[in-house]
């Protein structure tokens, strides 16, 4: 089982993951929780170019193919093994980021990213993808209040590309509606995992 969550920045996805990774656990599940960029030695060196504050001057599609390379290291070398060995991957975002920040947001065509990305996942797409909706404001309200979380160079693109980037999760649920769940991220952690333990309840028992 692949499960990716996607989200908008301050979502809240990742206090979500710890808790489905602790009741799989205690399901007496394995479990791997891995992220992108990211996962892997070489995919979290190509993460610090993405994302460092500095690199404002980045060309979309550069950032596009950095993602997508980022990504195949991390199927290749982390995913596509765990999977095999029988191991439930849950990754804090995969596939859809890029099509949403990168084809929605950045304006190169959603259609445009996944074909990019067609070799990067190596035919690897996930079973199950919980998107978390929050309105921009409050997800980049979240950030600033959080004096742990590092903060980014998609942190700080204006709220008009956060705006897009949602509108674009949006559309993905509508060309995916039987991969993607959408969820309401404004609700409590404890309302939110309710929600995710309605999609997967087979996972969750012993």
Do not use: C
């Amino acid at each position: 089982m692949f499960i990716t969550f996607e989200g908008g920045e301050g979502s809240g996805k990742s206090t979500a993951i710890k808790k489905l990774e602790q009741a799989l656990i205690n399901a007496g599940k394995k479990v791997l929780i891995t992220r992108e960029p990211g996962g892997t030695p070489i995919s979290e060196q190509i993460r610090e170019v993405i994302l460092r504050k500095e690199n404002t001057s980045m060309d979309p599609w550069t950032e596009a193919y950095l993602y997508a390379a980022s990504r195949r290291q991390h199927v290749i070398e982390k995913i596509k093994p765990a999977l095999e060995k029988g191991i439930i991957v849950i990754s804090d975002r995969y596939l859809d980021s890029s099509l949403a920040y990168q084809g929605g947001a950045r304006g190169l065509g959603i259609k445009e990213v996944l074909t990019l990305n067609h070799f990067a996942i190596d035919g690897l797409f996930p079973d199950l993808t919980i998107f978390f909706d929050l309105p921009p404001e409050e997800g980049l309200s979240r950030i600033s209040h959080n004096s742990n979380r590092e903060v980014n160079r998609l942190d700080v693109e204006r709220m008009a590309f956060h705006e897009k980037v949602r509108a674009a999760f949006y559309e993905l649920k509508t060309l995916y509606p039987e991969r993607i769940h959408m969820i309401d991220a404004s609700l409590t952690p404890d309302e939110v995992f309710a929600e995710i333990e309605k999609l997967i309840p087979d996972l969750l028992r012993k």
